[in-house]
Nanobody, 119 residues
Framework: QVQLVESGGGLVQAGGSLRLSCAAS????????MGWFRRAPGREREFVAQ????????YYADSVKGRFIMSKDTSKNTVYLQMNSLKPEDTAVYYC????????????WGQGTQVTVSS
């Protein structure tokens, strides 16, 4: 059974930093990519960042470009999201997702970790 477990969320002041981690277990297939998404109160879930598994490509939402950095450790099936210069509007539950190569779709999701940025 595939499990994605996020960690590293918390409360931080505006301008501060947090590093999220997402560890995937039960992986028995080839991974195409992993991504981070977030859902703020009263808003739809939105894309934050994505990283390809076989290469080094990363993609970011315009709202986080230049502030967030996504990285991976393929030996641990773990991805990270380094979040710098945090803003109150970054407050949300952050979810990681995994896309298998066979579907290239985010078929697996974690439970999320809360990030709260105070002004």
């Amino acid at each position: 059974q595939v499990q994605l477990v996020e960690s590293g969320g918390g409360l931080v002041q505006a301008g501060g930093s947090l590093r999220l981690s997402c560890a995937a277990s039960g992986i028995t297939f080839s991974i195409w990519s992993m991504g981070w998404f977030r859902r703020a109160p009263g808003r739809e879930r939105e894309f934050v960042a994505q990283i390809s598994w076989g290469g080094a490509s990363t993609y970011y939402a315009d709202s986080v470009k230049g502030r967030f950095i996504m990285s991976k450790d393929t030996s641990k099936n773990t991805v990270y999201l380094q979040m710098n210069s945090l803003k109150p509007e970054d407050t949300a539950v952050y979810y990681c997702a995994c896309a298998p190569s066979r579907t290239r779709s985010n078929d697996y999701w974690g439970q999320g970790t809360q990030v709260t940025v105070s002004s």
